[in-house]
């Protein structure tokens, strides 16, 4: 992520969308973000409207993060737009961010470097992403895992048919190939840093020399787990069993966590809270070791998660972000989306 500050301003550029969980703690309401954005002009009264790109400043209101979609909207009132643009200024506006562009956030009251700075911290290493390919007979599964999610993209069966005379295994490895085509289609679009590829011993055996030969031309550093199944069954396995392969790429999906939270609620020791209340009081006696929290939470309640965000950066807890997608992010749902790890119990304190 680019980032440059001044005295009252942030400029940024969003590269990728875990940029977007950093950015979604900076902008606060009563900020001003400039930025280029589409609108609705109408020229002569009754023509038909025409979207038009311009650059505006736009007094924040509150912050609209499309889990679906990857993509962060600021919602506001326009104070700055072209002279031509009649009757926009004092309307209502929503600005989606895009990536590559720069914007230029203004805070009245100045900016918090010492927060920025440690938010920044919090959040490093973002940018390192998975293409989980798993490979069984029957159809190669693909998913992208990143710092802060799992997606999963789509399976591509292995075609039974085959040519005249050509044997099973001959047949599996250029239906394979076919497959790769569309694996390649998803490198060039997501642009990992790394490949997993995974499936059982037998499988990978046979299918390496057709894995490497398609995807080594590409560039980007490839790394072989066997496990127990492929396909997608083996990209689930792979969420519990492929901590860590993640692990040595500074990626967690957080499910040994969630684990854990839920082995401290079965011995009741008090050393788990559970809900946000029960976390900010946690933040607030400095007992949180580390905040857990789902990532459709963190996106649904920003202000609250600021608040909670900036707490355990004064009190040096860690913060893991699960997805909501995963076994561990169901599992974490079930609890209301949020919890802790604390130091020590916080049920005697005041």
Same mark, same amino acid.
Request: glycine share 10%; net charge negative; charged share 25%.
């Given at each position: 992520m ?13 590269e ?19 930025g280029?954005t ?5 020229g002569?009264?009754g023509?038909?409207?025409?979207r ?7 007094r924040?209101e ?12 600021v919602r ?6 072209p002279e031509?643009?009649e ?6 506006h929503?600005m ?5 562009l720069e ?14 700075g440690?938010?920044?911290?919090? !959040?490093?290493?973002a940018?390192?992403?998975?293409? /989980? %390919?798993? @490979?069984?007979?029957?159809e #190669?599964?693909? =998913? ?22 050509e ?28 490949i ?15 894995i ?13 787990h ?14 519990r069993v492929?901590?860590d392969?993640l ?11 969630v684990?854990?939270? !839920?082995?401290?609620l079965?011995?009741?020791?008090? /050393? %788990?809270? @559970?809900?946000?209340?029960? #976390?900010?009081? =946690? ?29 355990a950066?004064?009190?040096?807890a860690?913060?893991?972000i ?18 802790a ?10």
């Amino acid at each position: 992520m680019k980032i440059d500050l001044g005295k009252d301003w942030v400029d940024f550029v969003v590269e990728n969308e875990d940029d977007l969980y950093v950015i979604y703690l900076l902008i606060e309401p009563g900020d001003i973000i400039y930025g280029w954005t589409v609108r609705e002009f109408r020229g002569r009264e009754g023509s038909r409207g025409e979207r038009v790109r311009i650059y505006v400043g736009l007094r924040v209101e509150e912050l609209e993060y499309h889990a679906f979609r990857g993509t962060l909207r600021v919602r506001g009132v326009l104070i700055e737009v072209p002279e031509w643009f009649e009757g926009a200024r004092g309307s209502h506006h929503t600005m989606e961010l895009s990536y590559g562009l720069e914007y230029r956030l203004v805070k009245p009251n100045g900016i918090d470097r010492e927060f920025i700075g440690k938010v920044l911290d919090m !959040f490093s290493g973002a940018s390192i992403s998975v293409l /989980l %390919v798993s @490979v069984s007979m029957e159809e #190669v599964a693909v =998913a992208h895992i990143r710092r802060f999610g799992r997606e999963l993209l789509g399976t591509i069966p292995i075609q039974g048919s085959g040519k005249e005379g050509e044997d099973s295994l001959d047949r599996f490895r250029r239906s394979l190939r076919n497959a790769f085509t569309q694996v390649k289609q998803w490198v060039q679009v997501r642009r990992p840093t790394h490949i997993v590829v995974v499936g059982n011993h037998m499988t990978l055996s046979i299918a390496r020399d057709v894995i490497n030969d398609e995807l080594n031309k590409l560039g980007i550093s490839i790394i072989y787990h066997e496990q127990g199944e492929g396909g997608l069954a083996g990209i689930y396995e792979f969420e519990r069993v492929g901590v860590d392969v993640l692990r040595k790429l500074n990626i967690s999906l957080g499910q040994e966590y969630v684990d854990e939270v !839920f082995n401290r609620l079965g011995m009741n020791n008090g /050393l %788990v809270a @559970v809900g946000i209340d029960e #976390v900010r009081k =946690a933040l607030e006696f400095g007992a949180a070791e580390t905040m857990i929290v789902l990532d459709e939470t963190y996106k649904e309640r920003g202000g609250e998660m600021r608040d909670l965000i900036s707490m355990a950066l004064k009190t040096r807890a860690n913060l893991v972000i699960i997805p909501s997608s995963t076994e561990g992010g169901e599992k974490l749902r079930s609890i209301g989306g949020i919890a802790a790890l604390l130091r020590f119990p916080i049920s005697s304190q005041p």
